[in-house]
């Protein structure tokens, strides 16, 4: 479903990945932890164009990112993105938050676009909020709006950066867990986070990053309980 092939990415003389080589199957579950500054949300940017990459080979869902003509809007509309800080639309109430794509960009009908948008705001769990405003909620309320609006664009890839980072302690298992329940539906899921308990529970591996590099990739039992490089033992002791 993606794969990195010697993948550098550079912002001016600056190299913030260098010779990325990583590759998902489609249903897998990646989490990408690492200090701040690693590379991990301009990784994660470049799956979905946000990025460009400087050299190398990206192949996202059959599509060639380093392809200058590649279809950067038909591979958009099968991946979802969520965001630390939600950046849903302040103006616009829950429901059309989550139908606005899928009217605007997938050329949906508005009743079946509400009709989808109602089935994953329920799926959040919070059905009675599809005529809130944003600034009405909680933040893992509005974390599990941007979910259902990713969600409502069927993606055939979620990526989410640090999604929980912003939110309150209290508020964290809520998002945690509808996460979960799309990881037991088969996504296919790449998830930069600090939550290490998540990982040991649901990542099929985990993608230690350090200074624009992969240095470690391994399963969660293993990576936890022996990590191989020292700056991954390192950046685990700290996190205790
Ligand atoms: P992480 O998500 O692991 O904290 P980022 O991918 O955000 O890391 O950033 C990696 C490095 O690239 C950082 O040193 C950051 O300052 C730099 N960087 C990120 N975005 C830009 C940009 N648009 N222009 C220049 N440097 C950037
Ligand atoms: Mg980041």
Do not use: W
Request: glycine share 8%; charged share 20%; proline share 5%.
């Amino acid at each position: 479903m993606i794969e990195f092939r010697g993948v550098n990415k550079h912002y001016g003389k600056f190299q913030v990945l260098t010779q990325i080589d990583l590759t998902i199957e489609a249903g897998e579950v990646v989490v990408v932890i690492g200090p701040s500054g690693s590379g991990k949300s301009t990784l994660l940017r470049c799956i979905n164009r946000l990025e460009t990459i400087t050299d190398g080979q990206l192949i996202v869902n059959g599509t060639q990112l380093h392809d200058k003509h590649a279809d950067v809007n038909k591979l958009r509309r099968h991946i979802g993105m969520v965001f630390q800080h939600f950046n849903l639309y302040p103006h616009m109430t829950v429901i059309d938050n989550i139908t606005l794509a899928p009217i605007k960009v997938a050329g949906v009908s508005k009743q079946e676009a509400l009709q989808t948008a109602m089935h994953y705001l329920d799926k959040v769990g919070i059905p009675e909020k599809a005529n809130s405003f944003p600034s009405q909620l909680s933040g893992g309320q509005q974390q599990r709006v941007a979910i259902a609006r990713g969600l409502a664009m069927k993606p055939q890839i979620m990526l989410f950066d640090e999604p929980t980072s912003a939110l309150d302690p209290e508020m964290i298992g809520e998002v945690l867990d509808v996460m979960k329940s799309l990881v037991h539906e088969g996504m296919t899921m790449v998830v930069v986070t600090h939550e290490m308990g998540f990982a040991r529970e649901v990542a099929d591996r985990v993608v230690f990053m350090d200074q624009g590099q992969i240095l470690e990739e391994a399963p969660p039992d293993a990576f936890f309980s022996n990590p191989q490089e020292e700056r991954a033992q390192l950046f685990l002791s700290r996190l205790l």
